[in-house]
């Protein structure tokens, strides 16, 4: 019975680079939700999506990142011309629902990414 | 957009010593959740409180969901080293229904260190 699986568990990029990370859901869950952690502080907000489809990518900075959520195939957090302070563990949840009463969300393990 | 905010961020504790840690939003919240996080690792969920005045117990673990459904707190009786990490709530906004959906926002965190 598979988790949220995210990789690569860790990603070393020079400024420049691009940066591409996949989540893919709990089995029989179609909500998925993308979160950056800097050391020591909390879980912030990036983009909440369902298949196919964005729907609320408030925490999202304007310029250098995307994500999707293809009908087939996993969750992609993308990140292009990547700086050092994009520098950060960045996580996948995906919940069964996307609220109420059973909207707990089942986080993968992390991506932490590193950029020199 | 609805927030939550935690405190303390850091508490030290010794061994055997209660710990206590504080979730107060300025609006109602239809519900909350707890995680926690260990070092190194990602956000576990623990509960989910709903009712106003809610009170939940896991073990050493209490949950309280305010009467005004704006505050929660959790307590460790008797900490342990294994309690180590960081404990976060999480919200999500409230529809015109009264139940919550879409994007879940995360306090600030405590961190809860433990000395043998």
């Known amino acids: 019975n598979a988790g949220v699986m995210q990789n690569p568990r860790h990603l070393v990029r020079r400024r420049g680079q691009e940066a591409r990370l996949r989540c893919s859901p709990m089995?029989?869950?179609?909500?998925v939700y993308w979160y950056r952690q800097l050391p020591e502080e909390g879980l912030k907000f990036m983009v909440y999506?369902?298949?196919?489809?964005?729907?609320?990518e408030s925490g999202m900075p304007k310029e250098r990142f995307s994500a999707e959520f293809p009908k087939e195939g996993p969750s992609i957090l993308r990140i292009q011309q990547v700086v050092r302070g994009d520098s950060a563990a960045y996580f996948c949840?995906?919940?069964?629902?996307?609220?109420?009463?059973?909207?707990?969300?089942?986080f993968g393990e992390g991506s932490r990414l590193t950029v020199l | 957009g609805q927030q939550v905010m935690q405190i303390p961020q850091y508490q030290h504790v010794q061994e055997g010593e209660d710990f206590t840690t504080y979730c107060n939003s300025s609006?109602?919240?239809?519900?909350i959740q707890w995680y926690k996080q260990r070092p190194g690792g990602h956000p576990v969920f623990l509960i989910q409180?709903?009712?106003?005045?809610e009170v939940k117990k896991q073990k050493r673990l209490t949950f309280q969901f305010g009467e005004a459904k704006k505050n929660s707190s959790l307590h460790i009786t008797a900490t342990q080293t294994t309690d180590v990490g960081t404990y976060f709530c999480a919200s999500r906004p409230s529809n015109a229904g009264g139940t919550s959906y879409g994007k879940l926002t995360f306090g600030q965190g405590t961190i809860l260190t433990v000395h043998p």
């Open positions: 409180l709903v009712k106003s005045g």
């Open positions: 999506l369902q298949k196919e489809n964005i729907i609320d």
């Open positions: 609006t109602t919240l239809s519900n």
């Open positions: 949840a995906s919940s069964a629902r996307g609220g109420g009463d059973t909207g707990e969300l089942f």
């Open positions: 089995k029989g869950h179609s909500h």
